[in-house]
């Protein structure tokens, strides 16, 4: 991943600015966050749209953002345009756990489900959602393989 907008994106996402929420990218005023690197996208580049129920990961319309989850669950994914843009290898960037306060299955956990809070095994209970601030910390600990 690029590693100033990394840093801009943490910056972002502890800043405050953005209302959390899950289960998509923007609903209702409220970011994922994957949302937030899709709103900071739009405002460096003057690219990029919010659209409700668009599907911008999809080839087809790189350009719109959506705003809601079809399924209702946490496949969010980043539009092509903004994972480009932002140096990320993939469209579902997924992070190495490493705060000692959650306890975990060990290996690679998208950011969405981390944002959600669904991201131990279905038998397990889940977790609450982590904050944006915990997300930050993990993405600079794994900024070098996003």
Same mark, same amino acid.
């Given at each position: 991943?690029?590693?100033?907008?990394?840093?801009?994106?943490?910056?972002?996402?502890?800043?405050?600015?953005?209302?959390?929420?899950?289960?998509?990218? /923007?609903?209702?005023?409220? =970011?994922?966050?994957? #949302?937030? %690197?899709? +709103? %900071? *996208?739009?405002?460096?580049? #003057? #690219?990029?749209?919010?659209?409700?129920?668009?599907?911008? !990961?999809?080839?087809?319309?790189?350009? %719109? =953002?959506?705003?809601?989850?079809?399924?209702?669950?946490?496949?969010?994914? /980043? &539009?092509?345009?903004?994972?480009?843009?932002?140096? $990320?290898?993939?469209? @579902?960037?997924?992070?190495?756990? #490493?705060? +000692?306060?959650?306890?975990?299955?060990?290996?690679?956990?998208? $950011? @969405?489900? /981390?944002?959600?809070?669904?991201?131990?095994?279905? *038998?397990?209970?889940? &977790?609450? &959602?982590?904050? !944006?601030?915990?997300?930050?910390?993990?993405? +600079?600990?794994?900024?070098? @393989?996003?």
């Amino acid at each position: 991943m690029n590693a100033e907008i990394a840093k801009v994106w943490c910056d972002a996402l502890r800043s405050g600015d953005y209302p959390k929420g899950k289960g998509a990218l /923007l609903d209702q005023g409220r =970011y994922c966050c994957l #949302g937030v %690197l899709c +709103e %900071l *996208h739009r405002q460096a580049t #003057g #690219g990029g749209e919010w659209r409700e129920g668009a599907m911008g !990961f999809n080839k087809r319309e790189p350009q %719109l =953002y959506a705003t809601c989850s079809l399924d209702g669950g946490s496949d969010i994914q /980043l &539009p092509v345009l903004v994972r480009d843009w932002a140096g $990320l290898k993939v469209c @579902s960037p997924s992070v190495t756990l #490493g705060l +000692e306060e959650i306890e975990c299955e060990p290996g690679f956990v998208e $950011l @969405s489900r /981390l944002n959600d809070g669904e991201w131990k095994r279905e *038998h397990d209970a889940y &977790p609450k &959602p982590l904050s !944006f601030a915990e997300i930050a910390d993990l993405i +600079e600990k794994n900024v070098a @393989s996003l």
